[in-house]
């Protein structure tokens, strides 16, 4: 009897859901309150920066930096179809390559075949630069699209400024944490790919076996490499999509406050 897959909850991002139902991690469930784990990642002074920004609260009257009152204001609506539109330059070039006019680099998927000898230990490699450097490409375009909404949040003043400089906050405090654990994302990857990699030798060891010419380990046949390099793509889109959370829920609360006229 097959054992099912475990899920992950409904509520957790893309990519852990990605990870959990392909099994290259355990569904964890939620057994602490958000706040108190929070408290766990932060050190000192971290958790002091944080505090202040809770307390001081949203001063209506107090006025805004000139850098920000120079900054023209954009309706909610068009706001949202930037973010649409880079989230989908975004994912096009994971998929496909980056579409012109985009201003992303060309980021190209390995070719689908592998070097003679093969060696497991070094077969990954490229896939493995071809993910770092998409990682930096979402990193960029996602960090700066956040700054520009949570800007149109600050030029709204009040609880939506307050919001804005709550995040910058948690952007600043995070980013670390985050970057450390979108790299084992890769990590898993690899051990994937590498378990496939061996097996499909063994396989060919053992045609070699029953045959007098054989074709080379990299001839005889892609189709356990395919399921792999889609994956890498899938892993790179939940991770958008990851990223792009913290942008979405700012802009939640900007069309919710703000009406688009």
Known sequence: MTRPLPRAH???????????????????????????????????????????????????????????QRAAPIKPGALANHVDKVRAQLAESITQGAPAGSGLALIQMPAAELDEPIDPKTAFAPYRRFHAAHQRQMETSVRSLRASVRLQL????????????????????LSEREALLLGKVSKMLEKRFVQALKLHLKQ?????????????????GLSWLMPHRQALRTALLAELDTRLQPTLGLLEALTSETPDT
């Open 10 to 68: 409904f509520n957790s991002s893309p990519l852990v859901r990605f990870l959990t139902e392909n099994a290259m991690m355990e569904a964890v469930q939620a057994t602490e309150d958000v706040g108190h784990k929070l408290g766990d990642w932060l050190n000192f002074r971290q958790a002091i920066a944080l505090q202040s920004v809770l307390q001081a609260g949203p001063n209506p009257t107090e006025p805004l930096p000139a850098h920000l």
């Open 154 to 173: 600050t030029k709204r003043g009040g609880r939506l400024q307050q919001l804005a400089t709550l995040d910058a906050a948690f952007e600043n405090i």
């Open 204 to 220: 060919h060891n053992e045609a070699v076996l029953d045959t007098d010419s054989p074709p080379s380990a990299s001839q005889q």
